[in-house]
Structures are given as structure tokens and as C-alpha cells.
């Protein structure tokens, strides 16, 4: 299939090589070692097992314009971005960002627009992140607000723009098939095994983190036997399917993210595995058509209801935890999970907390009201700011010459990618027939 208007032979190495060169010398001349990875800091009185390596690599192991972007906000300080494990966390936060905004978009765009919007996406992202933990001063572990609802709300005001009415009666090539569920459902799988890590990464170190890993794997689990459940009872013939396991079963770790690290119990965990699963299941089956042809939001991947109606649930969730956590129930630790309540610098308090925490910092005093009315904001803010970052990208998107494909030959891998020869034979149902016959001609010749 040739067409000059989707080649990328120029058009996407152009881009990508230029790209590189900008990162490269940005790169030189403002990023160098945060302080554990500089050898010139390092004496005989270095311990290396103390080396911060060892503390965060192992939640980092399950970036490039992530790594300045958001260096610039947060670890920027001698004139240069100081680059540690830490940043690397931060940037493959930002990377999920982008992905989760991708879902929207899939199919009806071209690797040149999806490259644009990556790099137009971080510094928003970028931004919002620095002032919502910079003045807001939230809760928000597992990322639900700055992670998960803000990279819905960005992608939905993409594909708002990118908008294509015939879509909406159907693609041909807008169609699952074995293979594909099977590739689908094996990438839900590493997303399931990793996601404690993702939901834990940034937790308080200690108790904090063990409870975020122990309802990560709880909300996974209940979401999971939900989804089993609600396919065979949501189905006409009352069989599952792999399509709906696929697209429901991570709920579970969204809800849980906003409250993952509070004492909020494995009981609360399996619950809000539960309502996450059957807000994603019936926001894929009912809210997601009815988006599409009401208000112009094809969302290609379903990214409102893994990511969106989670998020919020998992906001929400958080805000009950903080409105309902006390002393009688964390102990003198309930400043440390919530550190923005912990006594002010030169309140008497905060001495006799360090006497029993020694190293408990001084917090802003804030009362549990007050922070959850913080987490509202941010919730609110995160929003308009997402949905405005993804109108105006959408409204870039729509500049000629981007590779831009036509409603014809959307959700086609052959037009941007090399393919073998059976291609359409085991992607194309309506080529199954030909194809079987292709191959029979081609034994009775031999």
C-alpha cells in the first residue's frame, strides 16, 4: 500500500534524529550525578550499601525528555539537573503518562503525530506535577490524580479534536482476533506482576510500603475474579471473554492507588478492587459508545474507564482515607503517612513526635479537612488543566504534512509497518477464505 501522504521514510527519522541531537546537548550542559552517583563525593567514610541505588532501584526495575522536564522543576539546583535512580522513576512515571494518553488516539494517528504529542504531553505534565506537589502538597502514592487522571483527561482532549464522525459506524480493521487477545492478555499479565512496584515506588519506606504492596495485590485480585464474573454475566450467551478480562482486570490497581499506603484495610482494598472492576466493565460495554456518538470522545482503548472513572473512584477513596485517619488508629506514624500534618517547625509538638519518630520532618500543621480539601483541588485542577493541555495538542495534531491517515485505512499496521505475507490472512476474517485457498492452489501446483 503506497501513499505519499502516510510515508515516513523523512518525515519520522527527520524528526526523531533532530529530537535526539536537542537531548544530547541539553543533556551536556545541564544534567550531571545526584550526590550517591558522583565518585568525586565519595570518601572512607562512604558506606555503598547506603547508596540511595539500593533503596529505589528495585521499585524502578519492573527517559530522556522526562529526565529534563521534570529535572528542571524538581532536582535543578547548581545550574544542572542531578540525575539519580530517582529521576528515573519520575521519567518512567511520565513515560506511563504518555501511554495511557496514547490509548485514546491508537489507530487514527501516525508515529510522527504520536511522537509529537509524547513531547507535547511531558511538559504539561511536567508543570502540573510541579505545582500540585510544590503548593498543593497531596497524598497521592499510587499516582491516581497526577498519573492516571491526568493522562485521561489529556488523551480524551486529544481524540475530541482528532474527532471522526464515520468512525463511529465501525472500521473493518477496528476488530480483535485471537492472536491479538492472546499478545493483549500477555501484556496484562506483566501490568498485573509489576504494579505493586508501580503503587509502591514512592511510599514512605517501611510499614508505608508494605501496606501499599499488600493492597496493590488485594485490589489486582478482586478485580480480577470480578471481571471473570461480570463477562459471563454481561454476555447474551453467557460465555467470557478475553477482550473484557483484558480491559477490566488492572482496575484493581487504580483504585487502590490514591489510599495504597493509608491504613485503610485489606477489607477496603478487596472493595475497591471490586467497585473498580465493574465501573471499567460497564463504562467499556455502555459509556464508552455513548461518549463516542454523544459528545465526540472516540476513545480507541477505553483509557476513560481504566484510567478515568478508577482515578476518580481511587480519589475519592483517598480523601475518606485522610478525612477518617487518626492518631488511635496510625500513632505518632500518622505524621509521617501524612506529612503535611505534621506540627510546624518550632511547635512543641514536633519535639516530643521526635522523640519517638527522630526522624519525623516539621510539616505545615494542616488539619485532615483541610488536606482532603487540597486533594479536591487537586482532582479539580488536574482535570481542567489535562483537558486544555489535550485540546490545543489535538489542535496541533491536525497540521498537514504529519502522516495523518484516512478514515479508510485507520487501524492498519501495514501502513506504517512491514508485515509478513499471511498479514491479512490471520488479521482480516473476510481474507481467511481466500487465503485457504491461496495456499491450496499453491500445494496442487507443487
Known amino acids: 500500500?503506497?501513499?505519499?501522504?502516510?510515508?515516513?521514510?523523512?518525515?519520522?527519522?527527520?524528526?526523531?534524529?533532530?529530537?535526539?541531537?536537542?537531548?544530547?546537548?541539553?543533556?551536556?550542559?545541564?544534567?550531571?550525578?545526584?550526590?550517591?552517583?558522583?565518585?568525586?563525593?565519595?570518601?572512607?567514610?562512604?558506606?555503598?550499601?547506603?547508596?540511595?541505588?539500593?533503596?529505589n532501584y528495585?521499585?524502578?526495575?519492573?527517559?530522556?525528555?522526562?529526565?529534563?522536564?521534570?529535572?528542571?522543576?524538581?532536582?535543578?539546583?547548581?545550574?544542572?539537573?542531578?540525575?539519580?535512580?530517582?529521576?528515573?522513576?519520575?521519567?518512567?512515571?511520565?513515560?506511563?503518562?504518555?501511554?495511557?494518553?496514547?490509548?485514546?488516539?491508537?489507530?487514527?494517528?501516525?508515529?510522527?503525530?504520536?511522537?509529537?504529542?509524547?513531547?507535547?504531553?511531558?511538559?504539561?505534565?511536567?508543570?502540573?506535577?510541579?505545582?500540585?506537589?510544590k503548593y498543593l502538597k497531596i497524598n497521592d502514592a499510587g499516582g491516581s490524580i497526577l498519573i492516571h487522571i491526568f493522562a485521561c483527561y489529556f488523551g480524551l482532549g486529544v481524540t475530541f479534536v482528532l474527532y471522526r464522525p464515520s468512525l463511529n459506524e465501525g472500521h473493518p480493521k477496528e476488530s480483535t482476533s485471537y492472536q491479538s487477545d492472546l499478545l493483549s492478555v500477555m501484556g496484562t499479565l506483566f501490568l498485573w506482576v509489576f504494579w505493586?512496584?508501580?503503587?509502591?515506588?514512592?511510599?514512605?519506606?517501611?510499614d508505608d510500603q508494605h501496606r501499599a504492596i499488600l493492597h496493590t495485590f488485594i485490589g489486582l485480585s478482586a478485580s480480577t475474579i470480578t471481571a471473570f464474573a461480570l463477562s459471563s454475566m454481561l454476555s447474551k450467551n453467557g460465555k467470557i471473554s478475553m477482550a473484557d478480562v483484558q480491559n477490566v482486570t488492572l482496575a484493581g490497581g487504580v483504585t487502590v492507588g490514591a489510599s495504597v499506603d493509608m491504613m485503610i484495610s485489606p477489607a477496603a482494598a478487596y472493595v475497591l478492587g471490586i467497585l473498580g472492576c465493574i465501573a471499567?466493565?460497564?463504562?467499556?460495554?455502555?459509556?464508552?459508545?455513548?461518549?463516542?456518538?454523544?459528545?465526540?470522545?472516540?476513545?480507541?482503548?477505553?483509557?476513560?474507564?481504566?484510567?478515568?472513572?478508577?482515578?476518580?473512584?481511587?480519589?475519592?477513596?483517598?480523601?475518606?482515607?485522610i478525612l477518617l485517619a487518626t492518631e488511635e488508629t496510625y500513632g505518632p506514624s500518622l505524621y509521617q503517612t501524612f506529612s503535611h500534618r505534621a506540627p510546624p517547625e518550632g511547635d512543641p509538638l514536633l519535639a516530643e513526635l521526635q522523640e519517638l519518630i527522630p526522624d519525623l520532618e516539621a510539616g505545615l500543621g494542616r488539619t485532615a479537612r483541610e488536606q482532603a480539601l487540597f486533594q479536591v483541588a487537586a482532582v479539580f485542577g488536574t482535570i481542567a488543566v489535562a483537558a486544555v493541555g489535550g485540546l490545543l495538542t489535538g489542535v496541533v495534531l491536525k497540521l498537514p504534512y504529519l502522516a495523518s491517515p484516512s478514515d479508510e485505512i485507520c487501524f492498519d499496521d501495514e501502513l506504517f509497518f512491514n508485515v509478513p505475507p499471511d498479514y491479512s490472512c490471520v488479521n482480516d476474517p473476510q481474507d481467511v477464505w481466500s487465503c485457504v485457498l491461496r495456499d491450496t492452489n499453491k500445494t496442487d501446483a507443487d
Open 196 to 206: 505493586p512496584s508501580f503503587n509502591s515506588a514512592l511510599t514512605f519506606k517501611g
Open 280 to 321: 471499567c466493565m460497564l463504562g467499556y460495554k455502555y459509556l464508552s459508545p455513548f461518549l463516542a456518538r454523544r459528545l465526540r470522545l472516540q476513545d480507541q482503548c477505553g483509557i476513560h474507564n481504566l484510567h478515568g472513572l478508577t482515578g476518580l473512584i481511587s480519589s475519592l477513596a483517598g480523601i475518606c482515607a
Open 1 to 55: 500500500m503506497k501513499n505519499k501522504s502516510t510515508n515516513l521514510r523523512v518525515r519520522l527519522p527527520a524528526l526523531i534524529f533532530a529530537l535526539e541531537v536537542m537531548i544530547v546537548v541539553l543533556y551536556a550542559f545541564f544534567v550531571t550525578y545526584e550526590d550517591d552517583a558522583n565518585a568525586l563525593l565519595q570518601n572512607n567514610q562512604t558506606r555503598p550499601m547506603e547508596n540511595s541505588l539500593y533503596q
Open 58 to 133: 528495585p521499585f524502578f526495575a519492573d527517559i530522556q525528555w522526562a529526565i529534563l522536564v521534570q529535572g528542571f522543576f524538581q532536582f535543578y539546583y547548581d545550574g544542572k539537573i542531578h540525575l539519580g535512580v530517582l529521576n528515573l522513576i519520575n521519567a518512567e512515571f511520565a513515560c506511563a503518562v504518555v501511554l495511557i494518553s496514547f490509548g485514546a488516539v491508537l489507530g487514527k494517528t501516525s508515529p510522527v503525530q504520536l511522537l509529537i504529542m509524547a513531547l507535547l504531553e511531558i511538559p504539561v505534565f511536567g508543570v502540573t506535577e510541579w505545582a500540585v506537589v
